[in-house]
Structures are given as structure tokens and as C-alpha cells.
């Protein structure tokens, strides 16, 4: 792994202090926030809590003279689910796919791991309608993504799914694993496939997790929707990774 020049650490570590006490200070405020919401408000308002976390979350980048670019030009309908396919470069892609998905009420196909012991984050996936998948155990991680895509199916929610399996280190995309997308291309029907690019958040991560680099424009874009209705699926697969590809920078 490179290290950060000595100059750019100078202003590279307060400014990474910074953004982590934010970071932490907002995961720890809206963990009784969306118990609150859920459990006495109901669904809807544990839907905008987790919207606004987002928000928060997305705004701690600027505190790393950072910023989040969403490109979204398309009409997406809301009376469909959606496929949500995209690559993965970092943790700091998550937040940016909830807000630009925000009025598809965005969930998540996330390792079980990420089920427990992080505030805010956890309850969100074990309580929001998000699957946790056993990447060890294939039987639970496929019945969880069929319940899944019957879920997204039912409501016409965005399900979101990262075919990589893993966080691409220095941008370049690993291999996309159709298994997943299959099963939600199965069992949610009628559901759009939204191709999305991610581009530049691995590079906050560049040099470790501390200090964090500084100046990256995290840019995300949906790209025009794909309707695999009567078409074969081996097609409209390598169609969705050649879009997402093409446009990784």
C-alpha cells in the first residue's frame, strides 16, 4: 500500500479526525432515532430517519475537502421493483446508493456480519426489509434472496446488490458473479435492472483507514434501466456489467 506524503497527512489526519467523530457521532444519534421511528411510528417514518441518515452520513465526506456526485437522468417508475446492480469499491458506496434510491425505498443483500454490532447500520438491515446472507452457507444466501426478491417484488422496492461480492481495492472491477442477479431476475418478475457506476470512493481508502485521503469526488451513475422481460438472461447480464464497466474511470 502507498503512503500519503508527509504534507498531506499534515492536513489529511484533523480532517479524518473530523469526519470520524461525525461519522460515529450520527450512526450513535439515529440508532434510537429509527427504534423510535419503527417500532412507535411505523414503517414510514423509519423509511425517512434512514433517508436523513444518509444525508448526514454523505455530508461528513466535505469534512474531508470531499464530495458525493449523484448523476441520475433517468424516469424511474415507482409502480415496479427495481434491480439495482452495481460495483463496489468501499463502504463509503452505500450511502450514496440509499440517497439517489431514496423514493424507491433502497434496500440492501449484505453480508450477515453487518447484522450486528454497528449502531444504526445493523438495525437498518435487520429491520428494514434489507437480506443478510451466509456467503458460506449457498443454500441460506439464496433462500434469503429469493424472500428478498419476493419482497422488492410484493412492494415495488429497489433492491440493491453488488455482483462483485467484495470491495474492489484500487477501482478495477472483480469478477461479477450472476448468481444473485439471477434470483432476483426470477423471483421479482416484473422488475426493471437499474445498472449503476461507482467511481473514486476506493481512493478514500487509498492509503488505510487512517488517515483517510482527502479531495476525492465520489461520483455515482444510474444508468438507463434494462427490462429483462423475454429476453435470455445471460444476455441481459453481461449487458448490465458492460455498462456498469465501461463507465468505471
Same mark, same amino acid.
Given at each position: 500500500?502507498?503512503?500519503?506524503?508527509?504534507?498531506?497527512?499534515?492536513?489529511?489526519?484533523?480532517?479524518?479526525?473530523?469526519?470520524?467523530?461525525?461519522?460515529?457521532?450520527?450512526?450513535?444519534?439515529?440508532?434510537?432515532?429509527?427504534?423510535?421511528?419503527?417500532?412507535?411510528?411505523?414503517?414510514?417514518?423509519?423509511?425517512?430517519? #434512514?433517508?436523513?441518515?444518509?444525508?448526514?452520513?454523505?455530508?461528513?465526506?466535505?469534512?474531508?475537502?470531499?464530495? #458525493?456526485?449523484?448523476?441520475?437522468?433517468?424516469?424511474? @417508475?415507482?409502480?415496479?421493483?427495481?434491480?439495482?446492480?452495481?460495483?463496489?469499491?468501499?463502504?463509503?458506496?452505500?450511502?450514496?446508493? *440509499?440517497?439517489?434510491?431514496?423514493?424507491?425505498?433502497?434496500?440492501?443483500?449484505?453480508?450477515?456480519?453487518?447484522?450486528? *454490532?454497528?449502531?444504526?447500520?445493523?438495525?437498518?438491515?435487520?429491520?428494514?426489509?434489507?437480506?443478510?446472507?451466509?456467503?458460506?452457507?449457498?443454500?441460506?444466501?439464496?433462500?434469503?434472496?429469493?424472500?428478498?426478491?419476493?419482497?422488492?417484488?410484493?412492494?415495488?422496492?429497489?433492491?440493491?446488490?453488488?455482483?462483485?461480492?467484495?470491495?474492489?481495492?484500487?477501482?478495477?472491477?472483480?469478477?461479477?458473479?450472476?448468481?444473485? #442477479?439471477?434470483?432476483?431476475?426470477?423471483?421479482? @418478475?416484473?422488475?426493471?435492472?437499474?445498472?449503476?457506476?461507482?467511481?473514486?470512493?476506493?481512493?478514500?481508502?487509498?492509503?488505510?483507514?487512517?488517515?483517510?485521503?482527502? *479531495?476525492?469526488?465520489?461520483?455515482?451513475?444510474?444508468?438507463?434501466?434494462?427490462? @429483462?422481460?423475454?429476453?435470455?438472461?445471460?444476455? #441481459?447480464?453481461?449487458?448490465?456489467?458492460?455498462?456498469?464497466?465501461?463507465?468505471?474511470?
Amino acid at each position: 500500500m502507498k503512503k500519503m506524503s508527509f504534507f498531506k497527512a499534515l492536513i489529511a489526519v484533523p480532517l479524518s479526525v473530523l469526519h470520524y467523530l461525525f461519522y460515529g457521532f450520527y450512526l450513535i444519534l439515529f440508532w434510537p432515532i429509527q427504534w423510535f421511528c419503527l417500532r412507535v411510528l411505523g414503517y414510514e417514518a423509519h423509511r425517512r430517519s #434512514v433517508d436523513l441518515l444518509n444525508t448526514c452520513l454523505n455530508s461528513t465526506l466535505y469534512l474531508l475537502a470531499s464530495r #458525493v456526485r449523484i448523476t441520475n437522468h433517468q424516469d424511474l @417508475p415507482t409502480d415496479r421493483p427495481l434491480i439495482v446492480v452495481s460495483n463496489h469499491q468501499s463502504h463509503y458506496d452505500i450511502t450514496p446508493l *440509499g440517497t439517489a434510491f431514496r423514493k424507491h425505498h433502497g434496500k440492501y443483500i449484505a453480508k450477515k456480519e453487518l447484522g450486528k *454490532g454497528i449502531p444504526s447500520v445493523s438495525f437498518n438491515l435487520s429491520h428494514g426489509g434489507s437480506a443478510l446472507i451466509d456467503r458460506k452457507d449457498a443454500k441460506q444466501s439464496l433462500t434469503a434472496i429469493k424472500n428478498f426478491a419476493q419482497y422488492i417484488e410484493k412492494y415495488n422496492y429497489a433492491g440493491m446488490i453488488f455482483p462483485e461480492g467484495t470491495r474492489s481495492k484500487n477501482g478495477q472491477p472483480k469478477r461479477f458473479s450472476e448468481n444473485g #442477479v439471477k434470483m432476483l431476475v426470477k423471483y421479482a @418478475p416484473s422488475a426493471f435492472i437499474v445498472p449503476v457506476t461507482i467511481n473514486n470512493s476506493w481512493k478514500f481508502v487509498k492509503y488505510g483507514q487512517f488517515p483517510l485521503n482527502i *479531495g476525492i469526488s465520489l461520483e455515482l451513475e444510474v444508468h438507463k434501466p434494462i427490462d @429483462p422481460k423475454g429476453r435470455a438472461f445471460t444476455e #441481459v447480464f453481461e449487458e448490465t456489467k458492460e455498462t456498469i464497466i465501461k463507465s468505471i474511470k
